[in-house]
């Protein structure tokens, strides 16, 4: 099976999954293009994409869902398989999405039946996978840095702030007691639910009395599910620093932010491939607090700090609780609280520690394997390796 793998925009995944197809025997070209400024009108890219498919693939696949690889694919008959590892997608719109040749896969069971309770039965849910092969060969130096605690991500910034200083006093207090709420609750996002025509009609009415433009209910959404990730994380930030020797690796740290974590030691982004596992093999205790968009899902950070024989401390999600045993393969928390008390009793148990990292590595290895993701996906779509 001769399969064009199309490299639209940077990702981490795609040379493992790559590497993947061609173990299992296909022929996999790999071709990079560049990224559109328009996701949906780009008659340049949508041409060069239709002259490949039709010089001869059996079918194309793409890191994360794009509209113009789904209709070039749709005009050449050739199917198309995605798998996002962003959540939520980064779509406005359901545009492109419902060709007969499209197989999308979600790693989120609750944003795959978002989509498909509208009717889209192109989309499926597929968890991710990680590449333990590639991470077994990052070796730790005996003089590197060690940590307790570590969390490789990013302080989202958020529009939400500058929304809410537009907002009356009302509709303030609303949102304060949404945001509230939302932040002391694990395992159940509802503050999107709330996101009402109502509600979003009452913000707008506020944004354009202060001569602001309105804003689409994806927006509001993704504004607001950002601005809880931000408190999510700058929060446990704050305290585990204060009680143990923790590093945050992110690309970026205002200044004001770092200034509020003088105890965090503030590592620059790390290279996915060699310095990433290299801190997860190192830190005793990575944490995973989870975008809460994702509201079902495992993410590919907690995947890739398992498949590297890190231990995994994260909140709770539904699927990483359906696919893993909580206290033996990995370990979740439900509030702040409880995750600085089982840093602290992780940090001091060293042999119980390292047994669940084990087990997770081990689940992961055989479980959330390139390959064998792969191949779901590839019959679920039809199509035979």
């Known amino acids: 099976m001769k ?3 199309c490299r639209i925009f940077i990702n981490y995944t795609q040379e493992s999954a790559a590497k993947a197809l061609r173990d299992l025997g296909c022929d996999v070209v790999e071709k990079q293009y560049y990224t559109p400024s328009d996701n949906y009108h780009d ?15 059996d079918v194309v696949m793409t890191i994360n869902f ?8 749709h005009e050449a008959g050739v199917p198309y398989i995605s798998w996002s590892y962003d959540c939520p997608m980064n779509l406005k ?12 896969f979600i790693f989120d069971r609750a944003e795959c039946e978002k989509y498909q309770n509208m009717g889209l039965r192109s989309v499926h849910h597929m968890p991710l996978a990680t590449d333990t092969g590639l991470w077994d060969k990052a070796t730790v ?3 590197a840095p060690r940590y307790d605690v570590s969390f490789l991500g990013s302080l989202y910034e958020s529009t939400f702030p500058q929304i809410y200083l537009r907002l009356n006093e009302h509709e303030q207090g609303w949102w304060n007691g ?4 939302q932040l002391l609750i694990y395992g159940y996002y509802f503050a999107d639910e ?8 009452e913000t707008n009415k506020c944004l354009e009395d202060a001569g602001v433009g309105s804003i689409s209910r994806r927006q509001l959404s993704y504004s607001l599910g950002s601005y809880l990730a931000y408190q999510d994380r700058i929060t446990i930030l704050g305290i585990l620093s204060k009680r143990f020797n923790m590093a945050f690796a992110t690309g970026k740290m205002p200044e004001n932010v770092r200034k509020l974590l003088p105890e965090l030691t503030v590592l620059p982004e790390q290279d996915y491939s060699t310095k990433m596992p290299l801190l997860f093999k190192s830190t005793k205790v990575n ?5 809460r968009l994702i509201r079902t899902g495992i993410p590919q950070r907690a995947l890739d700090i398992m498949g590297a024989g890190g231990f995994l401390l994260s909140n709770y999600q539904p699927e990483l609780a359906e696919f893993f045993e909580n206290g033996e393969e990995a370990v979740m928390y439900d509030s702040v609280q409880d995750a600085v008390e089982k840093c602290d009793y992780y940090i001091r148990h060293d042999d119980e520690r390292r047994r669940i990292a084990r087990n997770g590595y081990i689940k992961v290895k055989n479980e959330f394997n390139y390959e064998k993701q792969l191949r779901k996906m590839f019959e679920l779509a039809g199509l035979h390796l």
Not at 66 to 73: H, N, Y
Not at 178 to 181: C, D, H, L, N, P
Not at 194 to 201: A, Q, Y
């Open 287 to 291: 944490i995973n607090p989870s975008l």
């Open 43 to 57: 008659s340049r890219l949508l041409q060069m994409l239709g002259d490949d498919i039709k010089s001869g693939y």
């Open 178 to 181: 949404v945001i509230k709420s």
């Open 66 to 73: 794009w509209p113009l690889v789904a209709r070039a694919s």
């Open 141 to 143: 130096a005996e003089n």
């Open 3 to 5: 399969v064009l793998f």
């Open 93 to 104: 719109s359901e545009k492109d999405m419902e060709y007969d040749t499209n197989h999308i």
């Open 194 to 201: 709330l996101i009402t025509e109502e509600r979003l009609n």
